[in-house]
């Protein structure tokens, strides 16, 4: 039987570049989840790889197929936008292994779906001066940038990430990028062990 990695952490603490360096690793055997967002794609994303794009009538086609394992809304500066986790094809927990990157609601839903003992949480963590600080250098590489839905969304994680929500969650380890190739290292260890003994 598969599981289904899951990084989990505020936003700009580095998880995209993380579960890139996962999935180039070829001794690890883990196949990429693509989350589905109605989020406009922002500069440098492409279409299928960070995520799959969609408008709201798709979203609504996938909710009438009852096709969703999981569904998040956000209202942003600019709209509502939806994050979901669509029953597509990607996941088989007979055929092998998973990572992808998810909020503790979507944590707790694919457990849900999943199963507790299927879907495992790494959660990264950096201070917070250091993450504003990365997401203000991203967001300027923006062709059109969006500070009002960068401050908001710094704002949010702070009740979102709170440590009773960490705990209600069963997550007490935490992975600070304050080193990258530590922090890749000691994600590495953990899941070799979890891959040994699954």
């Not at 790889?49 to 999981?70: N, S």
């Not at 094809?89 to 007979?94: E, K, T």
């Not at 998810?102 to 849900?112: D, Y």
């Amino acid at each position: 039987m598969g599981k289904i990695f899951c990084l989990i952490g505020k936003s700009s603490t580095g998880k995209d570049t993380i579960l890139k360096a996962l999935q180039e690793d070829k001794e690890l055997p883990l196949k990429p989840v693509i989350p589905y967002t109605t989020r406009p794609k922002r500069d440098q994303e492409i279409d299928g790889v960070e995520y799959f794009f969609i408008d709201q009538p798709t979203l609504e086609a996938f909710e009438r197929a009852r096709a969703i394992f999981e569904k998040r809304a956000y209202h942003t500066a600019n709209g509502t936008w939806i994050y979901c986790t669509v029953d597509d094809g990607q996941i088989d927990l007979a055929k092998g292994h998973y990572i992808l990157i998810g909020t503790l609601e979507a944590f707790k839903n694919l457990q849900r779906c999943f199963g507790a003992g299927n879907v495992i949480p790494f959660y990264i963590t950096l201070d917070d001066g250091l993450r504003l600080e990365r997401a203000l250098q991203r967001e300027k590489r923006q062709l059109n940038p969006n500070y009002d839905e960068l401050c908001r969304r710094f704002i949010a994680d702070s009740a979102d990430f709170s440590r009773a929500n960490l705990e209600a969650c069963g997550i007490g380890k935490h992975y600070y990028n304050d080193d990258l190739e530590k922090c890749i290292a000691e994600i590495k260890n953990d899941l070799r062990q979890y891959l040994s003994t699954g």
